[in-house]
């Protein structure tokens, strides 16, 4: 069986995410189990079968397939079949007829029509491509909805461990108070303010853990998993895979990425390369393309259409019988033509509104360039401070763990009040939260650059997981 250009497309578009490939078929699956671990690769391939947003696009091309298939009929000969047979009353029928009945077998090929059908072919072949592309956006945007969901789960989950962090070290702080005050080294108040320290740390840490549960039903929505499962209705996996900062690549053929000191030349290449492979805009390319053909389609009705046509005809008309004897059979063929002279200005009409639509149709292409341009300016620009702010977070947090050993090594000294120890320890909690900040933000930035300039994901399975469970 011969595939369609557009069916090929899809199929080699999915090809490139081979994680994909071992999921269910591409159907969902509401009997999956929450699985023990779970990667980011993983974790597109799953959506990329069991996103609703990309399953909803796979469909529209599956309905724009039908279109085509319903447009090109026009171009091919139809055969039709009729039959028929009536009975009259003996005082009606005339010379005691009363049995007739007929059957035929027609076959009609257009010859010309004016172009309109070769142009609505055209039309819709190109808003079938059109809704390819339009997959192909559909999936670089969810895909990166999951890379953000993904992300914004690691960095929760770290700013636990930070504030868990935080709250070791003002309970070492506070023990090691108490054990000065019992020594009588320190007053009252110095044991209180620790107290206090170690309280007002909590809501954070409570915060930064309820932000984790909602970041993972936030990436439940995107990847599409449904679980109908009970027994793992609170069942979470573990999450693999950590924040770095390592530079990127925005080059198709994979060579090394342009740098934040770079950021013209980036810009640049950016924006050739959006206008030559944002899905997005080249749909409305494709869409203006099909609008052309559609004033073509309008302007046809102004010229005569021209079909041929062959049939074969039984038929009987019977006297008072209906034996078979009076049947006659024969062939017919001929041509037939229609010429619309003059139908009140209707075609005028419709061939104004094709032409208009056109016209919407280039403004939405210039529109959604200027779009373009402005998204990748500032996906670039975010990127730029992204990398600025993760190279600084590095050199802050040497100096806050520094800060905090200074501190500590002065009270114990004498030389340092509590009230240093405390700040310390504040600073460099600061610190880690700003460097996760920056490293979460750089991976979105870079992310975000590369669905901007309409390049597909990255993704790099890392081997098989332990999900779907072997059956």
Not at 84 to 112: C, K, M, P
Not at 233 to 261: M, V
Not at 312 to 333: C, E, I, K, P, Q
């Amino acid at each position: 069986m011969r595939l369609s250009r557009p069916v090929l497309l899809v199929a080699s578009l999915l090809a490139a995410y081979p994680a994909a490939a071992q999921i269910n078929d591409g159907k969902p699956d509401p009997t999956i189990a929450v699985p023990e671990a779970l990667d980011l690769p993983y974790a597109l391939g799953f959506a990329l079968d069991n996103n609703f947003t990309i399953r909803q696009a796979k469909e529209r091309i599956r309905q724009q397939e039908g279109i085509v298939v319903e447009v090109r009929s026009a171009q091919i000969p139809n055969v039709s079949a009729a039959a028929g047979y009536n009975r009259n009353a003996v005082e009606i029928g005339g010379n005691g007829l009363d049995h007739n009945w007929s059957a035929d077998i027609t076959a009609r090929q257009v010859i010309f029509a004016g172009g309109g059908v070769t142009a609505s072919v055209k039309a819709q072949q190109l808003a079938l491509d059109a809704a390819v592309l339009s997959l192909r956006a559909v999936i670089n945007d969810a895909l990166l909805d999951v890379r953000t969901r993904f992300y914004t789960v690691l960095v929760n989950r770290e700013r636990i461990k930070v504030q868990e962090q935080n709250i070791e070290l003002l309970q070492r702080q506070l023990q090691d108070v108490k054990n000065r005050f019992e020594a009588g080294t320190v007053s009252n108040f110095e044991v209180l303010r620790s107290e206090v320290a170690l309280a007002n740390a909590q809501p954070a840490l409570i915060t930064a853990r309820n932000d984790y549960r909602l970041a993972i039903e936030e990436l439940r929505r995107a990847l599409g998993f449904v679980n109908a499962n009970d027994q793992n209705a609170t069942k979470l996996p573990e999450f693999i895979g950590t924040l770095e900062f390592t530079p990127a690549s925005f080059d198709p053929q994979g060579t090394a990425g342009a740098t934040a000191e770079q950021g013209r030349d980036l810009i640049r290449t950016a924006l050739v390369t959006a206008h030559e492979q944002r899905p997005d805009l080249q749909r409305l390319v494709r869409l203006q393309d099909s609008a052309e053909q559609g004033v073509t389609v309008r302007r046809a009705n102004y010229l005569p259409a021209l079909s041929a046509y062959a049939a074969y005809d039984w038929r009987m008309n019977s006297t008072g019988s209906s034996s078979l004897t009076n049947a006659r059979d024969g062939w017919t063929v001929g041509l037939s033509s229609t010429w619309n002279i003059f139908d009140g200005r209707a075609t005028a009409g419709r061939v104004s509104q094709a032409r208009s639509l056109l016209e919407q149709a280039k403004l939405s292409v210039a529109e959604a360039q200027l779009i373009v341009d402005v998204d990748v300016r500032r996906s670039v620009s975010l990127y730029q401070q992204a990398v600025e702010l993760a190279a600084s977070s590095k050199k802050v947090i040497e100096q806050a763990e520094e800060s905090v050993r200074l501190a500590n090594a002065r009270f114990s000294a004498g030389t340092a009040t509590q009230l240093d120890v405390l700040t310390a320890q504040t600073d460099l909690t600061t610190a880690r939260l700003n460097q996760l900040q920056a490293y979460y933000s750089y991976n979105v930035a870079v992310a975000n650059v590369r669905r901007a300039m309409g390049l597909a994901d990255e993704l790099k399975p890392t081997g098989e997981m332990p999900w779907p469970p072997k059956k």
